[in-house]
């Protein structure tokens, strides 16, 4: 058992080239190999599919901002209890939103943090998608749009909540441990060089 | 609007190619297209990661049979009020396991159904996942490998719970409605011919 | 102990003779004699209150149809967990209603079925009735008026809403099972004669 | 609107015969008519229905005392939020048991009133009947056994708790008041003469 | 340990002066010694601040009568549970609302009870406070502004329930036992002297 | 309306000496006035019994560390969805812990934190406590003795989450807002002078 997970990781240099290539590229960028990559790259085709929705939804065009989308995944994690996302993806809130305290706000109670009202419909809409998405109506539709929010951006607001909820439960089974990085990443201004 | 979703149907003629072709293959093997293909199809990128997912977990060799795979996806649909999902899966797990009565009994109270000791711990872990993720430990996958589930099964049984945990909210999001075809597959002995 | 139940099923000869006139004419009717009937025969005097009860309420006059009693029976039951009533009365909502997908809609989540904004007011009561009656107050009325149900109507929803909790748990209790016969009623219309 | 519920109560030379004589013979044995009674009324059969279900549960032989019934059913009440159904057998539970602290004490906390351990048992059978009855199942019997209790003790305790489940949605619903009288019974000893 | 805790309770000689003359003092205006006093005494310094915040809030001056004060104690005490706090406190209720019936009226579900509609919302604020407080927002400060609360009351409110809610907490965790004379307090009307 | 709170402000040259001090006081060592105090001060007989209490659980001898005892009150602010009291006291685990991660992880999931068995039994007893305090019974005590902790140890981690509890209720009803300061103290090692 490795102290990332619950399971064995895999050595780097038995993965695949495509999910090699992709570690390299985020280790790069980052500084440091997430662990959700280390953890999930056991299984490659799941890998690669988690990937390839995860890039759907959080890097394509539309009406939330990238600030936006790491709240709805932090807000989400939080109701899931998943330790890994709310650490990892408070990091990423910090850095889009150059906010250093938004993240432990949403985390805790989105209810009472400093954001917009259109925000927090947002937030609304991702929790009732986390916790009762059975009683979704046209009424949950509507609110958005009196907060300026398309029904694309409805659905964007609702597969962000659907997809890391999945991940939050991957994450919990496989006692998933967030890298040390994560906790002060955008919580202090980098000085100047 | 559609009558399938809440959202508009893209015409087959504008799907991209490999879309057309995965969506052509199902429908020769079963007779119908699935909503759930015309359905996400409007978003090629999703669609494509959406069923690579799918596969990954529902067409991979390993300690679960085809038949408990879909057993896992209706009892976590059921408890997350997924129309389109129980109703799909419940003709799977006829289908598979050749009986007519276990979807409904899977749907209603897994507890009570036709099922072996094996398969309800099996199903008590994918609830657990669904329901309680963050408080999963050792016990759990102890009380698994009684049962003679591997630690890879376990692996298996959470992703399938929570990959289609995601799959209910997004069809709870979308109004997405089941084919009128999926209530009665399995139910009855097909002739001989 | 017997295949329909954790108690002991007596035989119909020892019965007394009012409890096999109601078996026998049930069984006359249906074709074959539902499990309920078969477990509360041991206690006569239960028996008797249950179906005067049942008759009391399912066979009166009132502005409730046949079909609409029998989707609260199955919304109230789905919401207790109830093998039994489910797929039983699941079979008289088809055949009263002539719909064969509609038990399993309102089975798994009555806000996406297919019935009337009426019907769906009736079942909102319904379900407040089996879930957190102490907080039933005038305006559950007032929402019932304005579909234009009366408030003998409301009481009728109500009673039938207590009574099926009622059954739900004895069936659940007495691990009560549902003939094999219900499950196929009225999902497949029958060849003329 | 009488100030016994939301619903007109029938005056009593209304009533069918056999109704009045019911009626009578309470108020001769209690000094007042209860208000479940000139409540349930206005429905002649499920008022007869009712009281045989009521009758055939709580004065049958068998392994609970009368004041253990009633136990089950404050108990059983004070989940459910009914007021009724608490102050009136409340009453009862002093009565039987000769103790004015006991109804107040299972009503706030069963597992913190002064009952047996034996007690304590059938009460938590009967809450899992109200709150949780589909996961009711083996291991349920087995405690139950342990403490002295037969089978049919266990469905006399079940059923108990599942009638006034249903007894409790009614008054619930019909916003049913106690009497004021109940509230004082078995508190003081009522002097010798 | 003591019958009034499962903690043990220290003799009156040996407490510290200023608690000895507390107890004195309520033991000559009561008749007798309310358990909570003697059972918190063996932690002289949590002892005394309890009492003063228990005196800063409930004998302040205010829009809330004393006899208001003590619903907001029993029905957030009933929603936790802590068989202490109804019973002691409803005693209370009965005494300053010279009303034999309310306390159990409240106990049981305060929205059935004989209180006014301002009441009625007032104890839906303590309860929201009880039990969803991170749910409070500016609307439920309006709505009680439409009851004539202040927010100065609201406060009160709130710190009622918060307060009662530590006590509820910490006799439920000592098993602390209501005084056998809390009972039946106010329950029958004095006789003239 | 103050940026501190719903509630106004007073100003610090208003309020009585003995409330100077101490804000003063906790300046001085702080280095910054955290801003329960400036709220809570504009009611001095409660700031006087609030921070009595508080010292008289956090302050005295016992079986739990400081970082301990400031686990139980991140662990239970964090289950009443109390954003001043995780922020706040998150700062203090950081620092009496010297671990820049603890708090984050008890905030989130308590049960994957870098906690050692014994801290874990804590905060489940903390959290039962918190949320479900009517159950508790002499198991709760005899799992934590097998920990190594005492009864009175027992008692300070219920008085500690019940004491909070209460802090949480009033910092969510009066839209406490932590200082900006909380965030990153304990999160970077301070350099040498």
Chains 1, 2, 3, 4, 5, 6 share one sequence.
Not at 62 to 69: A, I, M, Q, Y
Not at 74 to 79: I, L, M, P, Y
Not at 122 to 132: E, N, P, S, V
């Amino acid at each position: 058992m490795s102290a990332l997970s619950r399971f064995p990781v895999p050595s780097f240099d038995e993965l695949p080239g495509d999910i090699r290539a992709r570690i390299t590229a985020v280790q790069e960028k980052a500084g440091f190999v997430p662990n959700v990559f280390a953890v999930l790259a056991r299984r490659p085709d799941e890998f690669r599919a988690f990937f390839a929705y995860h890039d759907a939804l959080m890097e394509k065009a539309g009406g939330l901002s990238k600030g936006e989308r790491e709240m709805i995944v932090v807000a989400t994690s939080a109701a899931n209890d998943c330790h890994y996302c709310v650490v990892a993806h408070g990091a990423l809130v910090r850095i889009y939103e150059k906010n250093p305290l938004l993240a432990d706000q949403v985390a805790v109670n989105y209810r009472k943090a400093d954001i917009t009202p259109r925000q927090c419909a947002m937030l609304d809409f991702a929790l009732k998608t986390t916790q009762r998405s059975g009683e979704i109506d046209e009424s949950d539709f509507a609110r958005l749009r009196e907060h300026g929010f398309s029904d694309e951006d409805a659905w964007d607001i609702a597969a962000i909540a659907a997809f890391f909820g999945m991940s939050n439960r991957l994450a919990n089974m496989a006692a998933m441990r967030p890298n040390d990085e994560f906790y002060l990443m955008g919580r202090v201004p980098r000085p100047p060089r």
